[in-house]
């Protein structure tokens, strides 16, 4: 199982971003692909996630009604659109996956990562 995260870089505080994962090495029919993100000197931190299958998403408080995952099954890719960015968004973004369906949003309750992609926001 391979992810590979990519779309981040510097932007303005208020622009939008998004940040594709792309998803390889098996098929993911009944996984639960999931973006967290880690900020310097921070645990890292639960976004979003959504079950390959269905399409079923889930936020985190932090980012709900700013953020928004999606699946393309076509193109293999989960991807995480971010509106109105704010400095606190700075950070490196990762996309994990597991199988099977999981209402977790702790980091060791997935097994695959990708490398992360740096999103930086200026104010």
């Known amino acids: 199982v391979q992810l590979q995260a990519s779309g981040g870089g510097l932007v303005q505080a208020g622009d939008s971003l998004r940040l594709s994962c792309a998803v390889s090495?098996?098929?993911?029919?009944?996984?639960?692909i999931a973006w967290f993100r880690q900020a310097p000197g921070k645990e890292r931190e639960f976004l979003a996630r959504?079950?390959?299958?269905?399409?079923?998403?889930y936020y985190s408080d932090s980012v709900k009604g700013r953020f928004t995952i999606s699946r393309d099954k076509a193109k293999n890719t989960v991807s995480l659109q971010m509106y109105s960015l704010k400095s606190q968004d700075t950070a490196v973004y990762y996309c994990?996956?597991?199988?099977?369906?999981?209402?977790?949003?702790?980091?060791?309750?997935?097994?695959?990562w990708g490398q992360g992609t740096q999103v930086t926001v200026s104010s």
């Open positions: 994990a996956a597991r199988p099977g369906f999981s209402d977790m949003t702790t980091p060791e309750s997935y097994d695959y």
């Open positions: 090495g098996r098929t993911f029919s009944g996984y639960t």
């Open positions: 959504i079950t390959w299958n269905g399409g079923i998403t």
